[in-house]
């Protein structure tokens, strides 16, 4: 089953500008993922937030978590053309299990 | 480091076929590895968790006598779509983490394509 759902599914914007994409949840969570996805490749795991926390930040990603409001946003700065990729967020949620459960997925598009 | 490998990257088979694919963690002890279908421009759907030593955990609407997963040691878990047909066409990625990670690792997928 699926817990996230990334609003928009899809963004375009030019190199340098800046991305947000937002994901949303429906249960309690241990903590909240990004992956980047490149086109028929594998997962990249970007950066975790707990639920304990709020902000996090890795070089140019900035990840907000509202656990209130169960929804979480990825920002990507100064965006290149190689952040173009699909993004998804996935969630572990209490209860032992080190399941991911992911979000339907964003195509992120920078055009040059 | 944190490096999965997945062996083939593709593969085309007859129907009726067996298929395995290989998911292997080269470089750290993987307790845990999961395995993930993923159709064209869909979210990925866990098929099943195995851990090292002992019987896979299928998701619901997952058929274990149809995808049968074997996690033999602490680097390599294997999955063989058996009787494949058609509709078994996907991408499938495994992912692999133990117990000091909080996160997967992903390997680079396998596209199976099913004539």
């Known amino acids: 089953s699926q817990q996230g759902e990334e609003d928009p599914q899809a963004l375009s914007i030019q190199e340098g500008e800046n991305a947000t994409m937002n994901c949303s949840y429906k249960?309690?969570?241990?903590?909240l993922q990004w992956y980047r996805q490149n086109s028929g490749r594998g997962l990249v795991h970007l950066i975790l937030?707990?639920?304990?926390?709020r902000e996090k930040h890795s070089g140019r990603l900035r990840v907000t978590l509202d656990t209130s409001k169960k929804s979480s946003s990825l920002l990507i700065t100064a965006s290149r053309a190689a952040d173009t990729a699909s993004y998804f967020c996935?969630?572990?949620?209490?209860?032992?299990?080190?399941?991911?459960?992911f979000g339907k997925g964003m195509k992120l598009t920078v055009n040059p | 480091g944190a490096v999965v490998s997945q062996h083939p990257s593709w593969v085309i088979c007859k129907s009726g076929t067996s298929v395995k694919i290989e998911c292997r963690s080269l470089?750290?002890?993987?307790?845990?590895m999961f395995w993930y279908r993923q159709f064209p421009k869909q979210s990925l759907m866990l098929m099943a968790t195995s851990n090292e030593g002992s019987k896979a955990t299928y998701e619901q609407g997952v058929e274990k006598d149809k995808f049968l997963i074997n996690h033999a040691s602490l680097t390599l878990s294997t999955l063989t779509v058996t009787s494949a047909h058609p509709e078994d066409s996907s991408f499938y990625i495994c992912?692999?983490?133990?117990?000091?990670?909080?996160?997967?690792?992903f390997g680079p997928g396998t596209r199976l394509l099913v004539l």
């Open positions: 996935a969630t572990v949620v209490p209860g032992g299990s080190e399941k991911l459960v």
């Open positions: 992912s692999a983490s133990n117990l000091l990670q909080e996160t997967q690792y």
């Open positions: 249960t309690s969570i241990n903590n």
């Open positions: 470089d750290f002890q993987a307790t845990t």
């Open positions: 937030i707990r639920s304990n926390e």
